[in-house]
């Protein structure tokens, strides 16, 4: 899919596809969560072009992926944000200086031309000219851990969810959610005031999500607004075409049948780094390694946000936003060898131009 920027509006919004012509971009970002956001803009600062790709049909990266509903509370200078506003934010800001945006698209390779001036990113659908990359893939291809319990594969999408996209769906509805993690306790709060009931099914006596919200949950169900069964499996989900009742197993061995409209499994994720493990970076415990200018082994390639490791590297949001700024000003002066890269001050000296004339200059 090729989306142009500028248009996309709505949090992870493809915005209106156009078709474009393979056009060597200054650099191509790949991934595009909140770092390669923050890089594309960036990048609009120096006045270089660029260009996002992303196997995800949607911007937003892990936020977008595993909590667009939760409130953020540490993108410094946003005391409480929804994930869902901040890609929103992220996007109209990334996206103002005319990047060119591919989704639902995965790289697979990198294809360096014999003179260095060039390299071609190579996705699943094509080969983008290049002169520079960051890669800013995250944990890497995120995708949700299936249950086995019978029935559930039938009726994936059928009332069997492996995410909320919208707690609305949820309304009225007798909802069960299976984990013991953050996302399964803060999903069993979230959704309490929405559903007709919230069940919450975990198959250790232990929680693994934090204290405070467990503690929560806890309270909640010893006054019989969550049901909480631990200790408990969930052994099969039943419907016709659609959920209606899931089968529960406790310790003992004894089963009971539990009406529900709706079944969230929340037991993790498989990432998947995927192809990048082969493209000849330099790796520490499955991470890209880089030196503090955001380089990677590879000549013209630099890496930012979670992807990459360093002595005291952290994951977060703010990281992120650092690391894109610092490996965007070395991918310039990559692109301008022998120059001065300024760093200008945007409240001094305002945005490099209008989002119209550097849309139309990329293109
Ligand atoms: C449940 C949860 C809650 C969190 N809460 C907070 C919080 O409150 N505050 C905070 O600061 N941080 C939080 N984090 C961490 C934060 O989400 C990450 O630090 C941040 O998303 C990293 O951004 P990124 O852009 O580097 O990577 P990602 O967000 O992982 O984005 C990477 C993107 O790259 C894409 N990609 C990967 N490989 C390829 C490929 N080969 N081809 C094409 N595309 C590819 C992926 O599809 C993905 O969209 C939380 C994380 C989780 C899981």
Redo the contacts with the bound molecule.
């Keep these: 899919m090729v989306i142009s920027g500028g248009r996309a509006n709505q949090p992870g919004s493809s915005g209106k596809v156009v078709k474009c012509a393979m056009h060597t971009r200054d650099l191509t970002i790949?991934?595009?969560?909140?770092?390669?956001?923050?890089a594309a803009f960036r990048a609009g600062m120096h006045e270089i072009s660029a260009r996002i790709?992303?196997?995800?049909s949607?911007?937003?990266?892990?936020?977008?992926?595993?909590?667009p509903e939760?409130?953020?509370?540490?993108?410094f200078g946003l005391p409480e944000i929804g994930?869902k506003e901040l890609v929103h934010n992220l996007v109209k800001q990334a996206l103002q200086f005319g990047a060119e945006v591919r989704l639902g698209?995965?790289?697979?390779g990198l294809r360096f031309a014999d003179d260095e001036q060039r390299i071609d990113v190579i996705?699943d659908q094509g080969s983008y000219p290049t002169r520079s990359v960051l890669?800013?893939?995250?944990?890497?291809?995120?995708t949700p851990r299936k249950h086995d319990a019978e029935g559930c594969d039938q009726l994936e999408g059928r009332g069997v969810y492996y995410s909320v996209r919208d707690p609305e769906l949820f309304r009225g509805k007798k909802v069960v959610i299976v984990g013991g993690g953050?996302?399964a306790l803060d999903w069993a709060l979230h959704l309490r005031p929405i559903a007709a009931r919230v069940t919450l099914v975990h198959r250790s006596p232990d929680f693994a999500g934090h204290a405070s919200t467990l503690r929560e949950v806890q309270q909640l169900a010893d006054y019989g607004q969550i049901g909480l069964y631990t200790s408990t499996l969930l052994t099969a989900a039943h419907g016709n075409g659609h959920l209606e009742a899931v089968t529960l197993r406790n310790s003992q061995g004894v089963e009971h049948r539990l009406e529900a409209q709706a079944l969230l499994p929340m037991i993790g994720?498989h990432v998947?780094?995927?192809?990048?493990e082969r493209w000849g970076l330099e790796f520490e415990e499955k991470k890209i390694v880089v030196n503090s200018r955001m380089e990677t082994s590879l000549p013209g390639v630099f890496a930012?946000?979670?992807?990459?490791t360093y002595p005291g590297k952290i994951?977060?949001?703010?990281?992120?936003f650092a690391?894109?700024a610092i490996a965007v000003k070395s991918a310039v002066e990559y692109l301008r060898p022998g120059e001065k890269v300024t760093l200008k001050y945007s409240s001094v000296a305002g945005l490099p131009k209008t989002t119209q004339q550097l849309a139309a200059a990329v293109n």
């Design positions: 790949i991934g595009g969560g909140p770092t390669g956001l923050a790709i992303d196997t995800a949607q911007l937003g990266g892990q936020v977008m992926a595993l909590y939760k409130k953020i509370y540490d993108v994930g698209e995965s790289v697979h996705t890669l800013a893939g995250g944990l890497g291809l995120i953050d996302s994720f998947n780094l995927g192809p990048m930012a946000g979670d992807i990459v994951k977060l949001i703010a990281t992120g690391e894109a």
